[in-house]
């Protein structure tokens, strides 16, 4: 079969690649590193994150998304090519179908420069979808059934909330507010705490180790290195997880807001649906250790994390895939 279908969920802080026939085949952060001098593309991908906040002056990275929608055109169309070329080097000769994960809220400008890029980094045709019903399918909720289903998809740079209903979304709201926001919280609690900088990865890395959405009694502590804002030194200091979700949660009612508003829209009948079924929780946002007990807690409806929350999307744009005919209601546009 000489024609490839390729699914991309391309999201802000990593994108995944899922080949038909294969699977996930590719899984790598969404970052460029390019040379100011030549306009030359150094790296992407795991590679280029690890030159974050590291490189010389005429050395720049980029992260080409930024809350969920093409911030640099020209690097996000580089980015696209190398994950093609990577994935689909056996098909040289033939251009691959492409199937690419959107957020709910994206505007028709932003939704047409997804679909540019991808047919000049070498696709032969290009569909997008929306994350939130790629999240359901991932998540292996029946999407076609005629009962209500509420999904949240807490990504890099967009939350999602949708409920969904007869394959369709009947209630969403998508809010730019989630990892990246998480990150950015951490490092401004941790300098006005402790007048000390330290950068997007050790806030990265402080939130996946120590993170937490509520209090625990026995907290969790970490190590970190920073630089102290009044002598202008290296330091060390530790933080516990009982500081990080204070740091967090702030950001975390903003997500819980448009969780309520979303509920405060739906139809009566399926309201009863989601109290009875519960919310789904999908994206990397869903590995926040107690997150779906907030969720509980502040909404009163059960909340559930999905099997493998990291992956539900692509494995969702992977089902749309590999059953495109079956699908073309969920795949909004094509070009």
Request: hydrophobic share 45%; charged share 20%; glycine share 8%.
């Amino acid at each position: 079969m000489f024609n490839t279908k390729i699914a991309i969920d391309l999201g802000t802080c990593n994108s995944l690649v899922y080949v038909q026939g294969k699977g996930i085949v590719l899984y790598e952060p969404s970052v460029v590193a390019v040379s100011l001098a030549d306009n030359k593309i150094l790296a992407v991908g795991e590679n280029a994150k690890e030159m974050i906040g590291r490189t010389p002056a005429d050395i720049k990275v980029y992260r080409p998304l930024k809350d969920g929608v093409i911030a640099d055109y020209k690097v996000t169309q580089a980015m696209m090519r190398y994950f093609i070329s990577k994935t689909a080097s056996r098909f040289r000769m033939f251009k691959p179908e492409l199937v690419i994960s959107v957020p709910a809220g994206i505007t028709s400008t932003e939704r047409r420069a997804v679909i540019e890029a991808a047919l000049s980094s070498g696709a032969k045709t290009a569909y997008v979808a929306k994350e939130p019903i790629l999240a359901a399918i991932g998540a292996g909720i029946p999407i076609n059934s005629c009962s209500g289903h509420m999904i949240v998809d807490i990504g890099g740079g967009t939350s999602e909330v949708a409920v969904i209903s007869l394959g369709g979304i009947v209630t969403a709201h998508s809010v730019r507010v989630a990892g990246d926001k998480l990150d950015m919280a951490i490092a401004e609690y941790i300098k006005k705490k402790y007048n000390l900088a330290i950068g997007t990865q050790s806030a990265e890395e402080i939130k996946i180790k120590v993170g937490s959405a509520l209090p625990q009694k026995d907290p969790k502590y970490l190590e970190i290195q920073g630089r102290d804002l009044i002598l202008g030194l290296p330091r060390n200091i530790k933080i516990s997880s009982n500081e990080v979700c204070e740091a967090i949660s702030d950001t975390l009612i903003e997500i819980i807001q448009v969780l309520k508003q979303v509920l405060s829209e739906t139809p009566p009948e399926l309201s009863a649906d989601i109290m009875n079924k519960g919310i789904i929780m999908a994206g990397g946002g869903a590995l926040l250790p107690k997150i779906n007990e907030l969720v509980a807690q502040n909404t009163g409806v059960p909340c559930f994390i999905a099997e493998e929350p990291l992956f539900c999307v692509v494995k969702g744009t992977g089902v749309v895939l590999e059953h495109l005919d079956d699908y073309k209601k969920v795949v909004m546009s094509k070009k």
